[in-house]
């Protein structure tokens, strides 16, 4: 744990990008409701014949109560007792990876979410806002981190969530360039603003339902100690945790294509 005043400005120096996603929860709804874009509900990606990955068992989405955890912009110094925990819980979840401070610092933490049978997927390179980018910034943001993540786990990125939850119709197009679906989410607990762990969980579990994709941020102090409780709580409730792969199974995710329940 952090000691709260000094620790909590060195996170912010030493992983600048993690911090400039500060207003991310808050700003994506009311921003990107500015742009038009389609999305695509996890459900109408499923198939006729389930055949989900099954790095945590087999789960049939069409009949059982699943949903996706996924944390942004780590790795961080918090992500080794976030992986203990998925392990001893046995639930899998879903890394949307920053490439600059957090890929490049902490390659071995990649490698072990890689081999304990997580989803990685990309957050971009440096957390900039890819509506404000011209194509060749777009196309680098995409590229430089599925690079990164493949050159250490030998597997490309198929799925990347934008900052911000920022996109359009022409970041849609650049992101099909590269192989990528967009990825967006339902359930936000506002962990950024450093809420205590009782109240993120409290988030998280009052505002998921089947098919949810709930956005956490490893990056922050109190959203670790938060997971064994949301997952205890929603275990009860009957909910089963997947990635979002799984999530989409037997479908796959069609790069260019954005999903949100």
Known sequence: MFAAHEKMMKIRKGFRAGAAIAAAGALSVGLSGCTKYDTSK???????????????????CRRAKCVALTFDAGPSENSPRLLDILKDKKVPATFFLL??????????????????????????W???????????????????????VEKLTGKRPTLMRPPQGRTNDHVSELAKEEGLAQVLWDVTTKDYTLPPSKTITERAVTQTHRDSIILLHDIYKNTVPAVPAIIDQLKAKGYVFVTVPQLLAPGKAEPGKIYKP
């Open 126 to 148: 440096d957390h900039k806002i890819l509506t404000d980018l011209d194509d060749d910034a777009v196309r680098d943001e995409f590229k430089r981190t599925d690079d990164a």
């Open 99 to 124: 490439g600059k401070n957090h890929i490049a610092e902490h390659p071995e933490l990649v490698k072990r979410m890689a081999r304990e049978g997580h989803e990685l997927a990309s957050h971009t």
């Open 42 to 60: 996890p459900s109408a990606a499923r198939a006729a014949d389930a055949k989900p990955v099954a790095a945590f068992g087999t789960v049939d």
